[in-house]
T-cell receptor, first 111, second 112 residues
Framework: AQSVTQPDIHITVSEGASLELRCNYSYGATPYLFWYVQSPGQGLQLLLK??????LVQGIKGFEAEFKRSQSSFNLRKPSVHWSDAAEYFCAVVGDNDMRFGAGTRLTVKP | DVKVTQSSRYLVKRTGEKVFLECVQD?????MFWYRQDPGLGLRLIYF???????EKGDIPEGYSVSREKKERFSLILESASTNQTSMYLCASNRDRGDIQYFGAGTRLSVL
């Protein structure tokens, strides 16, 4: 069965700084990969997904992620963080089984 | 616009009560899911359903059951609520297995 690890529980960045959130997956073949964002008190919203093809995926709100098979990673990036990006971010993987989520990374944005 | 609606945002129940959490989707999706979300643990799959009257256990089904009598509705049932079931519960749906899942806003359940 597939699994996903988000090594960082909490990250703090300054507004305007760049951001990278890490995601590592475990699966024998190429999985489907997703990043979701959850604002306080809300459900999850899809930021972007990778199914196949171009390994650099563009998403909403200026986010992008890069699939690296050699590193089993799918890290999320944003060149300049806005205060409204403060939220919890979840990486998810679909392999043999249905979607499995990482533990999440909480992002705090400093003014 | 895609919509998954959970009937309650907040619920407070007593230990031993039978609790129903309702979820409705308006997208004619085949598949529906129930997760619980706890700090540091992310989302864990409780049950899912690929079709009406079908259900499959997820990773943590103990203490829960589900019902799917109609395609658009998926209910999570806590037969006898316990304090360790205090959590955020999220419902989701999708059309095809492996496809994007669309989430409801969640139900925060407190069992006292």
């Amino acid at each position: 069965a597939q699994s996903v690890t988000q090594p960082d529980i909490h990250i703090t960045v300054s507004e305007g700084a760049s951001l990278e959130l890490r995601c590592n997956y475990s699966y024998g073949a190429t999985p489907y990969l997703f990043w979701y964002v959850q604002s306080p008190g809300q459900g999850l919203q899809l930021l972007l997904k990778y199914f196949s093809g171009d390994t650099l995926v563009q998403g909403i709100k200026g986010f992008e992620a890069e699939f690296k098979r050699s590193q089993s990673s799918f890290n999320l990036r944003k060149p300049s963080v806005h205060w409204s990006d403060a939220a919890e971010y979840f990486c998810a993987v679909v392999g043999d089984n249905d979607m499995r989520f990482g533990a999440g990374t909480r992002l705090t944005v400093k003014p | 616009d895609v919509k998954v609606t959970q009937s309650s945002r907040y619920l407070v129940k007593r230990t031993g009560e039978k609790v129903f959490l309702e979820c409705v989707q308006d997208m004619d999706h085949e598949n529906m899911f129930w997760y619980r979300q706890d700090p540091g643990l992310g989302l864990r799959l409780i049950y899912f359903s690929y079709d009406v009257k079908m259900k499959e256990k997820g990773d943590i089904p103990e203490g829960y059951s589900v019902s799917r009598e109609k395609k658009e509705r998926f209910s999570l049932i806590l037969e006898s609520a316990s304090t360790n079931q205090t959590s955020m519960y999220l419902c989701a749906s999708n059309r095809d297995r492996g496809d994007i899942q669309y989430f409801g806003a969640g139900t925060r359940l407190s069992v006292l």
